[in-house]
Structures are given as C-alpha cells and as structure tokens.
C-alpha cells in the first residue's frame, strides 16, 4: 500500500511537473541541432531548454484537462489514471522524442543514450498502467525507472530535465 501511495504521488508530481522551472526562452530548440556532436555544455543548454518547454506545455495541458472535471465530486482526482494516459504519457513522449533529437558529445554518448532509454521505458510502463490500473508491479518498476532516470540527469548536469 505504501508503494501505491508513493507511486500516486510521484505520477501527481509528474502531472505538475513542479521540478522542471520556469519557462526561459534561450532561443535554442530541439530543430536547431547541428550535424556535429554537441560540447557538454550546448547540449546541457539545449536539453534544459526541451525539458522546460516540455513542462511549460504539460502544466498548460493538464490544466486544460483538469478544467472537464472541476464540478465532479473527486474533481480531477477521481480520473487519475485519465491524467497518466492523456497528459503525462504523451508529454513524457514528447521529452524523449525531443531529447533523442540532440547529438550528444562523443565522450557521453551512450550515457545519454541510457538515459534517453530509461525515460522511454518509465514513459512505456506509465502508459500500461493508465491502461490497466495500478497493480503493485508497475508501481514497483515505475518508481524504479524513474529513480533511475533522476540520478541519471541530475548526475549529468540536468536538473531542469530530472523529472519525467
């Protein structure tokens, strides 16, 4: 039960995406890569400037989609696997589609690579759950990849991108 309510309140915090900051505009998108591998530094600039759009763009649509729900008993909340499968799966795709997109620097590579992965498969496994209800395997393997994929980007110098 403690791994369920942990589970639903790391996914409420995705569907908030309160980690990822504000909305800065550094002029930088994902459609300006470069045919070179990127320094450490540019791609950092870069992912950060996807994560932050990433969550500018999630919160506005959950906002959105919150709003069908405002006069129901249990507001948005009586609807959270909706949530998962409407906003945050798709968003969470949006990220890793966008990340995948940087030429990440030779050293880091397949670092990066393993990271980008990591957010794929907690991205596959929210949208089985939405599908399917939480059963205490997926919330086990979402708290898993999604720990991982942290570690992973914090590590890296993206904080802005730490949350899925």
């Known amino acids: 039960m403690h791994r369920l309510i942990t589970a639903i309140g790391m996914a409420a915090a995705v569907c ?7 909305s800065g ?6 459609s300006e890569t470069v045919s ?3 320094t450490k530094a540019e791609y950092i600039k870069q992912a950060t400037a996807i994560c932050k759009e990433n969550s500018k763009s999630r919160n506005a649509d959950f906002g959105t989609w919150s709003k069908q729900y405002e006069t129901e008993p249990g507001g948005p909340n009586a609807h959270f696997a909706e949530a998962i ?3 945050v799966v798709p968003s969470v795709g949006d990220k890793v589609e966008e990340l995948e997109k940087l030429r990440a620097p030779e050293a880091d590579a397949e670092k990066l690579a393993t990271m980008i992965d990591t957010l794929s498969q907690a991205q596959k496994n ?5 599908q399917g209800g939480m059963v205490e395997a997926d919330v086990q393997q979402f708290e898993s990849e999604s720990a991982k994929y942290k570690r992973m980007a914090t590590a890296y110098g993206l904080g802005a991108c730490a949350t899925p």
């Open 85 to 87: 499968e409407e906003v």
């Open 126 to 130: 929210l949208e089985q759950t939405g």
């Open 36 to 38: 070179k591998p990127l």
């Open 25 to 30: 505009s550094d002029g930088t998108s994902a």
């Open 16 to 22: 908030f995406a309160l980690g990822c900051g504000s």
